[in-house]
């Protein structure tokens, strides 16, 4: 069984200031680790993963993050906001083994919004 | 083409009608999916084809009836909804190999009302 916790379901920071969303994650099997994010009226697009190697990830748009199993956590963080930053990002997990692939359990997502 | 083509956008529906929504790549996936988001909620799987076969089916309801024509297309029929059923209706694919670290291509969705 997975499941993932995303601790604050909104997040306000000001343009140019650091992101930080975070995401703890459950699973009885090694984990593949997946941060999304979508935009109003639109499917999600992948910010980046983690599958095996470094456990600091960079993704897409500044976004990196960090795969921490000690602490069953991959916190999503951006070193200077951009008011295009804001949308609602979702952290998910699947299993890493059987044919289980794409059977991707998320977050209940954060809501990101970035002031001037 | 990197992109996931769904339609339609939007759709309204009464409890007796038959409807379908289409989705359509051409990047080459073997793998479609299709996810239902409720408002303020995180998606969830529903389907999954691999090469045009039902891999895996997350107890969903009958009334839901997925069908993968060819890789290209994966259509899901709704028959005899409740208006709890109101989603966004995302489809996805992926390369379909077994490899576990697959990037899914989602489609913008067709946001459903069942009245």
């Known amino acids: 069984a997975q499941s993932v916790t995303q601790l604050g379901s909104h997040v306000s920071v000001s343009e140019g200031a650091l992101v930080l969303l975070r995401c703890n994650y459950s699973s009885s099997v090694p984990p593949y680790l997946f941060w999304y994010v979508q935009y109003p009226n639109q499917g999600l697009q992948l910010l980046l993963k983690y599958t095996t190697g470094a456990t600091l990830v960079k993704g897409i748009n500044g976004f990196e993050a960090e795969f921490k199993k000690s602490e069953t956590s991959f916190h999503l963080t951006k070193p200077s906001a951009h008011m295009s930053d804001a949308a609602e990002y979702f952290c998910a997990v699947s299993p890493a083994g059987g044919t289980s692939y794409g059977k991707l359990t998320f977050g209940q997502g954060t809501i990101l919004t970035v002031h001037p | 083409d990197t992109e996931v083509t769904q339609t339609p956008k939007h759709l309204v529906m009464g409890m007796t009608n038959k409807k379908s929504l289409k989705c359509e790549q051409h990047m080459g996936h073997r793998a479609m999916y299709w996810y239902k988001q409720k408002a303020k909620k995180p998606p969830e799987l529903m389907f999954v084809?691999?090469?045009?076969?039902?891999?895996i089916n997350e107890s969903v309801p009958s009334r839901f009836s997925p069908e993968c024509p060819n890789s290209s297309l994966l259509n899901l029929h709704l028959h005899a909804l409740q208006p709890e059923d109101s989603a966004l209706y995302l489809c996805?694919?992926?390369?379909?190999?077994?490899?576990?670290?697959?990037?899914?291509?989602f489609g913008s969705g067709t946001q459903l009302s069942v009245l």
């Open positions: 996805a694919s992926s390369q379909g190999d077994k490899r576990l670290n697959e990037k899914l291509f």
């Open positions: 084809y691999s090469y045009e076969k039902l891999s």
